[in-house]
């Protein structure tokens, strides 16, 4: 038996659910007036488009959980793997680094050297300009490449965070069952 509310604000029992009551809320009762089910009204296209974009969030999170608990079995894995590509990062900007300084210092020596040649009064030489110009566009490029490399440190920094924050809730509730 079903019992839905009229408009006015009436009850009514029946073993059939109206059209007009089928696309409010509703419920199915036993014989002793229990309930058994209710049926919601019909979802707005925007309330339809929302539960489904939460429906897709809620299995997109519970297959990264899965992925989190099945790639790290314990919270020590985590952590190594994050000192592990924290280490990879470090030594990539610690060679970055090293070649930035030893860019510089050919810089430096072909400054002098174009220096000197301006001193004599002679321009500096077209082979000269190049290399100038190409160690420059080096430098430029390897400040660039270490700018990338401390973001993607702090990027690997807030995610590895977020993981170990995730992974202690998910072990914790798997714990408490």
């Known amino acids: 038996m079903y019992r839905w509310t009229d408009d006015a604000g009436r009850a009514h029992y029946s073993d059939r659910v109206p059209p007009e009551a089928a696309h409010g809320r509703y419920t199915l009762v036993d014989s002793s ?18 539960a489904e974009r939460s429906a897709k969030q809620a299995a997109q999170q519970a297959d990264r959980d899965r992925a989190l608990l099945q790639i790290y079995p314990h919270a020590d894995d985590l952590e190594l793997a994050r000192a592990n590509q924290l280490q990879a990062l470090d030594q ?22 174009e220096a000197a040649a301006q001193a004599e009064g ?4 077209a082979k000269l300009q190049l290399q100038i110009h190409s160690f420059e566009t ?26 170990a924050l995730r992974y202690r809730e998910l072990t914790r509730t798997a714990a408490t069952r």
């Open 122 to 125: 002679a321009d500096a030489s």
């Open 33 to 50: 007036g229990r309930t058994r089910q209710v049926f919601d009204r019909e979802k707005t296209p925007e309330e339809a488009a929302a």
């Open 92 to 113: 990539r900007s610690a060679a970055a680094h090293k070649a930035l300084t030893e860019n510089q210092a050919t810089l430096n020596e072909l400054h002098s050297r």
């Open 138 to 163: 080096s430098a430029r490029q390897t400040r660039e490449a270490l700018d990338k490399i401390e973001i993607q440190r702090r990027d690997t920094l807030a995610q590895f965070d977020a993981d």
